[in-house]
């Protein structure tokens, strides 16, 4: 469901590649830490195996490789059945006019938005909107602008990386589920509510106590928690918004 288009791929522009960066560098590090912490927990046999093996998938993800598979196993995308791919082939060919899709694939997934990419070459089309196309709740027209969307976000979104670094960030990203799913149902207490609205001065003090009792690096641990999580939400919705306004451009 490709058609090469002869027309040239816009260039990103620097001061998004440098947005996207401050979204998904706290991560991959973060991420880092805890497979350091992961592989020194294994057998040391064990632990170089997996060393050796995550540096491979890593190095092959980066060159473009495997990437079909991938996206497969970690999105559990699938191709397009015999009775939806002719009606997604017009939408398809809506979306594309005039754009470059050469190379890319449409795959339907069962969760996520209404559109996504994953790696350099896939767009990602959730399965209620194709089911919803497909019994004409929607016009062909609606999928394109979505397609269009997710052409977008691959011409101007900085994707080369982005399977490694979902692949990378898989243990925080857990934790991070974990986390949240904790949060939401203790956010309905007003004393948790009222100390995380307060966490700016709270972190301060611990601070301060902790740099007076000489137990480094903790200060630093804190501050650094603290900041990002006044900064992360704004930088990650800037970068949001800025995806959403350059995947709209023609």
């Known amino acids: 469901m490709t058609d090469p288009i002869a027309a040239r791929r816009p260039r990103p522009a620097p001061n998004s590649l440098l947005l996207k960066a401050a979204v998904v560098l706290p991560d991959v590090a973060i991420a880092t830490l805890l497979w350091l912490v992961i592989i020194a927990a294994l057998p040391p046999v064990v632990g170089f195996g997996v060393t050796v093996a995550g540096l491979a998938v890593a190095a092959a993800l980066a060159a473009g490789h495997g990437e079909d598979l991938t996206v ?24 594309t006019h005039g754009l470059d899709a050469d190379g890319v694939r449409l795959r339907i997934v069962t969760s996520g938005p209404p559109v ?30 979505l397609i269009a969307d997710g052409l977008g976000r691959l011409h101007r979104g900085h994707p080369r990386f982005d399977l490694l670094f ?35 001065v709270v972190g301060t003090i611990a601070v ?14 804190i501050a650094v928690f603290i900041t990002l999580s006044y900064l992360r939400p704004r930088v990650t919705r800037a970068w949001e918004q800025r995806v959403r306004s350059v995947a709209a451009l023609p």
């Open 208 to 221: 301060i106590l902790e740099a007076q009792a000489g137990r480094w690096p903790s200060p630093i641990v």
């Open 116 to 145: 996504g990419t994953a790696g350099r070459r896939h767009v990602l089309l959730r399965r209620d909107v194709v089911d919803a196309y497909r019994t004409n709740q929607i016009t062909a027209r609606q999928v394109a602008a």
């Open 72 to 95: 497969q196993l970690l999105y559990r995308a699938r191709r397009a059945t015999p009775t939806e791919a002719p009606r997604l082939t017009v939408a398809w060919r809506l979306a």
């Open 166 to 200: 979902s692949i990378w960030t898989i243990p925080w990203d857990i934790i991070r589920g974990v986390a949240y799913a904790i949060g939401r149902r203790l956010a309905c207490i007003p004393l948790v509510q009222f100390a995380w609205r307060a966490r700016l």
